[in-house]
């Protein structure tokens, strides 16, 4: 499975972003993670191959929404009220659940997105 993330750039606070990532290949959960400067990779949200959506709270804060086109194996965030806290290399990524817990199997190259006035 090769991921090709696609969105990103530079935005001023409160704007909004789209982030997509096309997929080749068989996919399943797919899956957003972000990696601040300085910081460890966190997973930002999830969507099953059915749309069913999970999302991390403490990131997300009800800005953020993640959506799938299975037709065209495509991903995508849609990113609003951005803050420069938000400022992030973004993954996009296919993986599994497995109970509770996602495991991430494939990764793409990231997509910078940059928050600043």
């Known amino acids: 499975v090769q991921l090709q993330a696609s969105g990103g750039g530079l935005v001023q606070p409160g704007g909004s972003l789209r982030l997509s990532c096309v997929a080749s290949?068989?996919?399943?959960?797919m899956a957003w993670y972000l990696q601040a400067p300085g910081k460890q990779r966190e997973l930002v949200a999830t969507?099953?191959?059915?749309?069913?959506?999970?999302c991390k709270d403490s990131v997300v804060k009800g800005r953020f929404s993640i959506s799938r086109d299975n037709a065209k194996n495509t991903v995508f965030l849609q990113m609003s009220s951005l803050d420069p806290e938000d400022t992030a290399v973004y993954y996009c990524?296919?993986?599994?659940?497995?109970?509770?817990?996602?495991?991430?199997?494939?990764w793409g190259q990231g997509t910078q997105v940059t928050v600043s006035s």
């Open positions: 969507i099953t191959s059915d749309g069913v959506t999970s």
């Open positions: 990524v296919n993986g599994i659940y497995r109970g509770r817990y996602y495991y991430p199997h494939h």
């Open positions: 290949g068989s996919i399943n959960v």
